[in-house]
Each structure stands twice: as C-alpha cells, then as structure tokens.
C-alpha cells in the first residue's frame, strides 16, 4: 500500500466512517486487518475511555482533568461517578461485542471454515457495535450480497442500534431495568427518538423504494432490507440495497438520517437523536406560545435548548 491510502485507511477507521479506497478482505493483510480492527476500536470507544481503562489497570488516580475531558466522551451529565460509568461503558461494549461474535460465527463459520469464521465475526462484531462500517465479504459492495440472510442481518443491526444508544443509556438500563419512569430524562429522550427515527425510516424506505433499489424483491426481504437501511444510515457505513440505485427521496431520507445520527456518547455521529428532539420539542413550544419546554414531566433548561439550536446550526453551515 502507497502512504496515501494508508493513511485513509487509518483515518477512516479510527473516525469509523467505513469509507474505503480498497477492499478490506481483499487488498489488506490479516495483518492489515487486524490493525483495522483495533482502530475501529479505539475510535469507536474513544481515546479517553481506553485511557481510563489503561489507570484502572495499573491501579492509577484517574485526575480531574481527566474526568472533566471524560464526560464528554462517555456523555456523562456530572464529573460524580464518570469512572464508574467508564467501567460499564467497557462492560457493555465487551458484552455486546462478545455476543454479537458468537451468534455472527453460527452464519460465518460454516461457510468460510472455523478459523476465518471465527475472524470473520469478530470483526464484523466490533465494526458494527463501533458504528465502523467495514466488512469482510469481499464483495465490495458491502452487504448487499446477503441483503436475504436473517441472522447476518439482524445482529449486524441489533450491534448498531446498541452502540449508537450511548453508555449513559446502558448505564441506565443496568441500573433501573425495565423500569423505565426512573430513566434519566436523556435516555429518555435517546431511546423514544431511536425508536421513532428507526419505524418512521423504515416504513419510508419500504414505499419509496418499491420501485427503485428494492425493485422485484419479495416483500418480507424488502421489510428487512428497509429496517437495515433505517438503522445503517444513523453513521453505520453497512447497506444492503445498492445505493446507487435509490431514488431520490430515498437519497433525501438516508442523509436526514445521516445527519440526526446517533446518541450523545455513543459510538456514532451526527447532531444526535437528544439534541435533535430537543430541537423538535424547541421548535413545537415555540410554535404553541409556550414559554417553557416540557417533555416526560420535566423542564428543559433555556441552555439545553439553545446549546442544542447552537449545535445543529453549526452543523448544517458546515
């Protein structure tokens, strides 16, 4: 490889944007791979994150410099307790990764042996938790060749959505359960609005690409292939359906997705579904007279609400 498409390479991986120059089965080493794979990592979990991890092993003070840079990455709300939810953060990721894994390796190991297959999932697990994108087919297409098989596609969406939730999330889940009235209002916020963009995205895709990219496919196939391209185009970087084949609305809705992204502190991008709904429920008190902004019998803050105006602003000049 010449310098140039190493370095994309490099920066593509660790910024788990899933652009490539070349085809990663195909034109890099297991060697090349491997270092892929622990890029994707890094960058998906964060450089403080893991620097943490690095203190905590070695039994060092975790500084408050430190902690103030770590609320950012984690998306913690105060400094009280961000090693803790660092801690779960490396728990979750570790349990999703690790399951993703082994129920990738049932679908990859029978057809490309034990030793590849178990390769194969891992690293198919750790790209699609981390919101990476990358893939090992070969096809250069990403996944578009298995757009039919229910068990790759399923878990490579199930790992997405759980890595774009946020460690704040699952901090909240694996405290209060299912009890979801004692959710913190942010998760709150990151689990409805996932919920809406994912149903509202896939029925989207189902109508207007009938006769486009999802043309002549059976309809259970075409539910399928809507719902992963619902959840993929929150910063993923997989897809099943041909992209050069989507319609105009389709390639509208993608990147209106694209933009929200994911959740704060979480593994993807964009403006982010909280600030995104903050937004939204901004924009309705304004439109309805009200001079404060209520959402699950809470108030929001006039900072929130301007930090999030300030935040998509910045984004759509850019």
């Given at each position: 490889a010449?310098f140039a498409?190493?370095?994309f390479?490099?920066?593509?991986?660790?910024?788990v944007?899933?652009l490539?120059?070349h085809?990663?089965?195909?034109y890099w080493?297991?060697?090349?791979?491997a270092?892929i794979?622990?890029?994707?990592?890094?960058?998906g979990?964060?450089?403080?994150?893991?620097?943490?991890?690095?203190a905590i092993?070695?039994?060092?003070?975790?500084?408050?410099?430190?902690?103030s840079?770590?609320?950012?990455?984690?998306g913690a709300?105060q400094?009280?307790?961000v090693?803790r939810?660092?801690?779960?953060?490396?728990?979750?990721?570790?349990?999703?990764?690790?399951?993703g894994?082994?129920l990738l390796a049932?679908?990859f190991?029978?057809?490309?042996?034990?030793?590849?297959g178990?390769?194969?999932?891992?690293?198919h697990a750790?790209s699609?938790f981390?919101?990476?994108?990358?893939?090992?087919?070969?096809?250069?297409a990403?996944l578009t060749?298995e757009?039919?098989?229910?068990l790759l596609?399923?878990?490579i969406m199930?790992?997405i959505?759980?890595g774009?939730?946020g460690?704040?999330?699952?901090?909240?889940?694996?405290v209060?359960?299912?009890h979801f009235?004692r959710?913190r209002?942010?998760?709150?916020?990151?689990?409805?609005g996932?919920a809406?963009?994912?149903?509202?995205g896939?029925?989207l895709?189902y109508?207007?690409?009938?006769?486009?990219a999802?043309?002549?496919?059976?309809a259970?196939?075409?539910l399928l292939?809507?719902a992963?391209?619902?959840v993929t185009?929150?910063?993923a970087?997989?897809n099943t359906?041909?992209l050069?084949?989507?319609?105009?609305?389709?390639m509208?809705?993608?990147?209106?997705?694209?933009?929200?992204?994911?959740?704060?502190?979480s593994?993807?991008?964009?403006?982010k579904?909280n600030t995104?709904?903050?937004?939204?429920?901004?924009i309705?008190?304004?439109?309805?007279?009200?001079?404060?902004?209520n959402v699950?019998?809470r108030r929001l803050e006039?900072d929130t609400i301007q930090q999030?105006?300030?935040?998509v602003?910045?984004?759509a000049?850019?």
């Open positions: 010449n498409d190493a370095l390479t490099a920066t593509s991986a660790v910024c944007t899933g490539v120059v085809d990663t089965a195909l080493s297991e060697f090349g791979q270092v794979l622990m890029l994707i990592q890094v960058g979990l964060g450089f403080m994150t893991l620097s943490i991890l690095v092993l070695l039994h060092r003070r975790v500084g408050l410099h430190q902690r840079v770590l609320m950012d990455t984690v709300l400094m009280g307790g090693v939810l660092t801690r779960r953060a490396l728990l979750v990721t570790a349990a999703w990764e690790g399951t894994a082994v049932f679908w190991c029978p057809r490309y042996g034990l030793g590849r178990l390769w194969m999932a891992v690293f750790v699609a981390c919101n990476a994108g990358f893939d090992l087919l070969g096809t250069g990403s060749t757009a039919g098989e229910p596609n399923l878990v199930a790992l959505v759980a774009g939730l460690f704040l999330v699952w901090d909240d889940v694996l209060n359960r299912f009235r959710y209002l942010h998760s709150k916020l990151v689990l409805t996932t809406a963009l994912l149903v509202t896939t029925v895709f109508i207007v690409e009938g006769d486009h999802f043309a002549g496919v059976p259970g196939q075409r292939m809507a992963f391209q619902s185009c929150r910063t970087g997989f359906a041909d050069m084949a989507l319609s105009q609305a389709g509208l809705i993608s990147m209106a997705l694209m933009f929200v992204g994911a959740g704060s502190g593994t993807g991008g964009g403006i579904v995104f709904a903050v937004l939204l429920l901004g309705r008190a304004r439109a309805l007279r009200k001079d404060d902004v699950f019998h006039n999030a105006f300030s935040s602003s910045i984004f000049l850019t």
